[in-house]
């Protein structure tokens, strides 16, 4: 009978692990497209952002565009690694959060709102990635009782 509840507690484990880097890639995702999408409106200088004046860490729009489109790029790019499991996906999913949360501070002033909102994002897929502490391989389901 003992011998049934550590294997009940790992199956748990393993759920759980699964669970949260699923969570982790499809944020990860979702918040690369849209940090894409904010790229592109950036580049062709949209209306939709606001002009800030002494602001300390003032950059041209575009050169904003083009930082948030390559992070955006990277971000899709490592989902996709965190939907095969793989360990560096994990390593990288944390540092480009982590690029994505100073980049979104930075930009604070030219679109405020959205900035707190992929701060936020960024800050569970961490949160996510890092709970986790086991990577299992592909999301695969996990085994129901032994």
């Given at each position: 009978?003992?011998?049934?509840?550590?294997?009940?507690?790992?199956?748990?484990q393993q759920a759980w692990a699964?669970?949260?880097?699923?969570?982790?890639?499809?944020?990860?995702?979702?918040?690369?497209?849209?940090?894409?999408?904010?790229?592109?409106?950036?580049?062709?200088?949209?209306?939709?952002?606001?002009s800030t004046q002494n602001y300390?860490?003032?950059?041209?729009?575009?050169?904003?565009?083009?930082?948030?489109?390559?992070?955006?790029?990277?971000?899709?790019?490592?989902?996709?690694?965190?939907?095969?499991?793989?360990?560096?996906?994990?390593?990288?999913?944390?540092?480009?959060?982590?690029?994505?949360?100073?980049?979104?501070?930075?930009?604070?002033?030219?679109?405020?709102?959205?900035?707190?909102?992929?701060?936020?994002?960024?800050?569970?897929?961490?949160?996510?990635?890092?709970?986790?502490?086991?990577?299992?391989?592909?999301?695969?389901?996990?085994?129901?009782?032994?």
């Amino acid at each position: 009978m003992a011998a049934t509840q550590p294997a009940r507690a790992h199956t748990t484990q393993q759920a759980w692990a699964t669970g949260l880097m699923a969570f982790a890639a499809v944020m990860l995702m979702i918040a690369g497209v849209l940090d894409i999408m904010r790229g592109i409106a950036a580049i062709v200088e949209d209306d939709v952002f606001v002009s800030t004046q002494n602001y300390i860490f003032e950059f041209d729009l575009t050169g904003w565009g083009w930082i948030h489109l390559a992070l955006g790029a990277l971000a899709v790019i490592v989902s996709l690694g965190l939907f095969q499991g793989a360990t560096w996906a994990r390593v990288a999913g944390v540092a480009i959060a982590g690029l994505v949360i100073i980049a979104n501070f930075l930009s604070l002033p030219y679109y405020p709102v959205w900035s707190v909102v992929m701060i936020a994002i960024s800050g569970f897929i961490i949160w996510s990635l890092c709970v986790a502490r086991e990577s299992f391989g592909s999301f695969e389901r996990a085994p129901r009782g032994v």
